[in-house]
Each structure stands twice: as structure tokens, then as C-alpha cells.
């Protein structure tokens, strides 16, 4: 059966870099695996009350039963004052509650930053897998992918034309696909 894989970017920028190193990898990836980005942009700030008094956003509802469906998850991200956009944070947190309901316990997850500064969003990168850790989700430890220098790794078409980058792309997802296998949920 084909593998279903969201994707969460954490940038909501229209021209956002992190975006189109996405869409380069949902370009790449492998017969069977079904990439699919999930917006984040629309789902309010994280508030206890909403899941304990109401009222429940719709929003949340959704966005949860969607990365609960899926198979495994790949988190795309900027790094922001050397660690996770807070809008990133957000949707992290928002899935991983209510307390016991957690999207991401056993869900496998691999995480790639992208920056256009030589440090590739290193601490953006470590950040998520700190808490993916925290939240028991097996985080994908190699190929790693801290994608610096971004911008100029596109062509003038927005689309990643660097060809070293785009093998480590290839390298990535169809690491990625084995890594859902192997941790794949047990039924
Ligand atoms: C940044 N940027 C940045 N870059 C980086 O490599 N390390 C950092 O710590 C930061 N910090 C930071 C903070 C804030 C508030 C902003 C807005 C930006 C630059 C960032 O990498 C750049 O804007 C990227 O283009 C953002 O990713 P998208 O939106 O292109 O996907």
C-alpha cells in the first residue's frame, strides 16, 4: 500500500526557501510515498483551555486526525535565532496534546532545515528532535540535512538545480521511506 508522509514546513513566507526544498522533495520521492504538505499557518495559538473547556478549534481537530492518519512525518524548517520558528513550535505542540493523545508517540520522523546561512539551521534542526525525542517519535538520526547557502542552490525557476544538493535530497527521502518502514507503527 502506499506510504502517506506529511509534511509540515515551518515557514508560512509565500517565497518561503524551506517551501521549495519541500516541493523538491515531494518531486523526488519514490513511487508509493505519498507527500503531503499540511498548512499550519491557520491553527491559532496553543491554549490548554481550548482542549480542556472549549471550545475545541475545529482547526486542531482536523490537523491532528490528519498526522495521526498518516504514516510518518517530515518536518522542513528554517531556524530562527538559532532555533525552532515559533509558529513551527506551535503545530508541534498543538499535535502532541491532549495528554495521552499525542500524534507523535512511535510515529517516525525525519527533519531537514534549510537556511540561506552557512550554517544549514543546525539549531533549528536539533531543536525538533530534542522534543521529537522528548515525545517518544523515532527521528530518522542519518542521512543528516542542514541545506546551507539555500538560495543559491535554486535556479531561476524557484526548483533546486544544484545537483550534489539534489542527491542528497534523493538520498534523504529514500532513507526516510526505509526509516518508516523499519519504525512503522505496530498494528
Ligand atoms: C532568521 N534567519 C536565521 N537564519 C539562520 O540561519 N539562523 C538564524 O538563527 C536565523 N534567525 C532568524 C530569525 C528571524 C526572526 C528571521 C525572520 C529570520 C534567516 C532565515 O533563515 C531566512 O529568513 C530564511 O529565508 C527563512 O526561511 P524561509 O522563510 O525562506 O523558508
Redesign the pocket.
Known amino acids: 500500500a502506499d506510504k502517506k508522509i506529511a509534511v509540515l514546513?515551518?515557514?508560512?513566507?509565500k517565497?518561503?526557501?524551506?517551501?521549495?526544498?519541500a516541493q523538491e522533495l515531494i518531486a523526488q520521492a519514490p513511487a508509493g510515498l505519498l507527500l503531503e504538505i499540511v498548512e499550519i499557518g491557520d491553527l491559532g495559538l496553543f491554549n490548554q483551555d481550548l482542549d480542556e473547556t472549549g471550545p475545541l478549534p475545529a482547526v486542531w481537530t482536523a490537523f491532528r486526525a490528519k498526522l495521526k492518519a498518516s504514516d510518518a512525518i517530515l518536518i522542513?524548517?528554517?531556524?530562527?535565532?538559532?532555533?525552532v520558528?515559533g509558529v513551527l513550535k506551535n503545530a508541534i505542540d498543538i499535535a502532541s496534546r491532549p495528554y495521552g493523545h499525542s500524534i507523535w508517540d512511535g510515529k517516525p520522523v525525519a527533519v531537514m532545515s534549510?537556511?540561506?546561512?552557512?550554517?544549514?539551521?543546525f539549531?533549528?534542526n536539533h531543536h525538533v528532535r530534542q522534543s521529537m525525542v522528548s515525545m517518544n517519535a523515532p527521528v530518522m538520526p542519518a542521512p543528516e540535512a542542514y541545506i546551507?547557502n539555500?538560495?543559491s542552490l535554486l535556479g531561476e525557476d524557484g526548483k533546486v538545480s544544484n545537483e550534489r544538493t539534489k542527491e542528497l535530497l534523493q538520498k534523504f527521502i529514500t532513507a526516510f521511506s526505509a526509516w518508516a518502514d523499519t519504525n512503522a507503527p505496530k498494528a
Open positions: 514546513v515551518g515557514s508560512l513566507r517565497e518561503s526557501l524551506n517551501r521549495k526544498f522542513v524548517t528554517p531556524e530562527y535565532n538559532r532555533s520558528p534549510v537556511s540561506p546561512g552557512a550554517i544549514g539551521g539549531g533549528a546551507g539555500a538560495a
